[in-house]
RNA sequence: GCGCCCGUAGCUCAGCAGGAUAGAGCACAAGUUUCCUAAACUUGGUGUCGCACGUUCGAAUCGUGUCGGGCGUACCA
């Protein structure tokens, strides 16, 4: 067992199907083939600790009033042995369910018992999945939009390890195709400049105008000098792409590795032209998705189920970004044998979506294997103004700026806030604010308060007891049942952010964590307390602890022992 | 024009495999510390769920239309 809220879903189910096999056996419900019976948690407390639906669910076939059929069900429904003590029908027709306290102390058995591994879970069946995300051009500095797909993508995959999949974190580098032919001109561009003034080489319309692109021949030119000037184009630009693309890529991987993300695989575009594109549009043409005109090869819109044609191989050869994109996928599908592929992509890539799944199908591989999470891009805000940023404009906001200004933790919590698809406003004040409006702050205090309390005990000899050893009955106070119930919670919302691949929602309940926490040590003590309570108190205070930490350490942020 | 995302309290957002009087945090106001970290807690009001139709016993949630904001619509990536 992972949680407790799996035994009350199988204790409710068992008594809710009995009864009603039991109603249906003495002709009280007609004969009906019977809907999967949902345990949900109402919104009230007034209502119960859990309550079904089922009665409703069951009303058009049965044709009755749910009221009815609810009252049918409890009449005849044998709850001994279970955590239910009481039982009731209400309002359109729900069924509540009252529990006894035995099933949040049987929780903080079980947070004792797993400890770091309380919250793991088991929805994957250790499937393998890919998370590919952030995968930058390695044309210049890290952005925002890459800031918040990095801490999504990191927090993703986190979350699917602890759901019992078997992950892959993966970085594509795109060290192939016309955007290297564009850093390369961009790069040319400005060496020589520097060399004959910027008035005398224009600059390409569509280059890459940030400020690194300078720095880089500048360092290029104090390193090794001006020869290239005398060279051919091509031999100039790629030696410049030599030299600053291991470069670009060194910085990406520190900075990413600054902000607590560390990939399995970097994964080379350049890798696939040798072969595996022309592999992947030799079998698009056996299989008759594309056609030939204007000197491209096209994949055929129409018969992929798409608005219009797209080119794949360019009309000089080249095979566009597409062509490359669909091999790269084959590559993890079928090279690779991933269950599930999931991307994350910013909201300017969404019109690629359609396409990708599209592709896929094409080439045999169904489309439903792959997932790909379009996050809404992100706007800095300082002083109450927008801060811009753009790699184009060269006033780039890097995410090593933002780190340096707001740190890691904070970092990588704000962008773990919302849910992906919302546009996310970032508050640099605010993340930096050492008060409660800073909810990072809020839930690290949360923590250190603990390991100060357990600190302080400790230098009384006392420590943190056993849990099969304290009388968790004397648990019963409304802020620590309010606490046990929200540690109960957790691995459902580790499981639910699992199905939704929505991180955001354990960033939230770890500050629900902590406000209860909060709540609790405002509303009772431990130290000095009658010693089974003392014991008692400090038993949740230690599973409070452990079900922090567990969730900081799945998102990526530090719990401090001291603030 | 067409496509995708978003529109819920003054602000930032949850809720959206339809279900019980629509929730948090912030802001604002008043209170709480001889006591384990007051970076905390307690109490207080707020909503045409953008708008309009439709489906349903029941819609913030599903469908259609519409308005507003963002993004996309390249032999760019």
Redesign the pocket.
């Known amino acids: 067992m992972y949680s407790i809220y799996e035994k009350i879903r199988e204790q409710i189910e068992t008594v809710v199907k009995d009864a009603i096999l039991r109603s249906i056996s003495k002709g009280l419900l007609p004969e009906i083939e019977l809907p999967p019976i949902m345990m949900e948690k109402?919104?009230?407390e007034?209502?119960?600790d859990f309550?079904t639906?089922i009665a409703?669910?069951m009303?058009?076939q049965a044709r009755k009033a749910?009221g009815q059929i609810a009252q049918i069900i409890i009449d005849r429904m044998k709850t001994d042995g279970t955590f239910v003590v009481r039982v009731e029908a209400?309002?359109?027709?729900?069924i509540?369910f009252y529990l006894n306290n035995e099933w949040l102390y049987e929780t903080l058995d079980l947070i004792d018992e797993k400890k770091e591994d309380y919250g793991r879970v088991n929805i994957g069946n250790g499937k393998k999945v890919m998370v590919e995300f952030v995968s930058a051009?390695p044309t210049g500095p890290l952005h925002m939009g890459n800031a918040r797909g990095g801490a999504l993508g990191d927090c993703i995959a986190s979350v699917l390890e602890k759901s019992g999949y078997s992950v892959t974190r993966e970085f594509y580098v795109?060290d192939a195709?016309?955007?290297m032919e564009?850093f390369g001109a961009s790069l040319e561009a400005r060496y020589l400049q520097k060399i004959y003034g910027e008035d005398k080489i224009p600059f390409p319309e569509?280059g890459y105008m940030g400020e690194d692109i300078i720095d880089h021949v500048t360092e290029y030119i104090s390193e090794h000098g001006d020869e290239l000037a005398q060279k051919s184009s091509e031999e100039r630009r790629k030696d410049l792409v030599e030299y600053a693309l291991p470069k670009n890529l060194k910085r990406i991987k520190d900075g990413l590795a600054r902000y607590g993300i560390h990939y399995d695989v970097w994964f080379r575009e350049s890798t696939l032209y040798s072969g595996e594109i022309e592999e992947t549009m030799n079998i698009l043409k056996e299989r008759g998705f594309v056609t030939e005109?204007?000197?491209?090869l096209w994949l055929n819109g129409e018969k992929a189920g798409l608005?219009r044609d797209e080119?794949l191989i360019?009309?000089?050869g080249l095979p566009?970004?597409?062509a490359a994109d669909i091999a790269y996928h084959r590559n993890k599908f079928v090279k690779r044998g991933f269950d599930k592929v999931i991307n994350l992509w910013g909201?300017?890539?969404?019109?690629?979506v359609?396409r990708m799944k599209a592709a896929m199908d094409a080439i045999g591989v169904d489309s439903s294997r792959l997932e790909i999470i379009?996050f809404?891009?992100v706007r800095l805000f300082k002083n109450g103004e927008i801060a811009k940023m753009s790699k184009r404009t060269g006033r780039a906001i890097s995410l090593d700026d933002l780190l340096d200004e707001v740190g890691v933790d904070a970092a990588r919590f704000f962008f773990n806030?919302?849910?992906s698809?919302?546009?996310?406003?970032f508050d640099m004040d605010l993340a930096v604010e050492?008060?409660?409006?800073n909810?990072v702050?809020?839930v690290q205090?949360a923590y250190?308060?603990i390991?100060?309390?357990l600190?302080?005990?400790a230098e009384d000899n006392i420590v943190v007891p056993d849990a099969k050893a304290v009388f968790k009955e004397l648990l019963s106070k409304p802020e620590e049942i309010k606490l046990i119930k929200r540690l109960a919670e957790y691995p459902e919302e580790v499981s639910l952010a699992a199905q939704?691949l929505?991180p955001?929602?354990l960033t939230?309940y770890v500050m629900?964590v902590a406000?209860d926490f909060?709540?609790f040590?405002?509303?009772?003590?431990?130290?000095?307390e009658e010693e089974n309570l003392m014991y008692a108190r400090l038993l949740l205070v230690n599973c409070t602890k452990i079900v922090i930490k567990n969730v900081l350490d799945l998102i990526g942020i530090n719990a401090p022992?001291?603030?």
């Open positions: 109402p919104r009230e007034a209502f119960g309550s639906n409703m669910q009303a058009k749910p209400a309002g359109p027709g729900f509540n051009n795109n195709g016309n955007q564009k569509d005109k204007d000197g491209a608005e080119v360019r009309q000089n566009t970004y597409m909201a300017d890539h969404h019109g690629h359609a379009i809404q891009l806030l919302k849910t698809g919302s546009h996310l406003d050492q008060s409660n409006n909810p702050f809020y205090y250190a308060r390991c100060s309390l600190r302080k005990l939704t929505e955001s929602r939230r629900d406000s909060h709540s040590y405002n509303a009772c003590r431990v130290k000095g022992e001291k603030m």
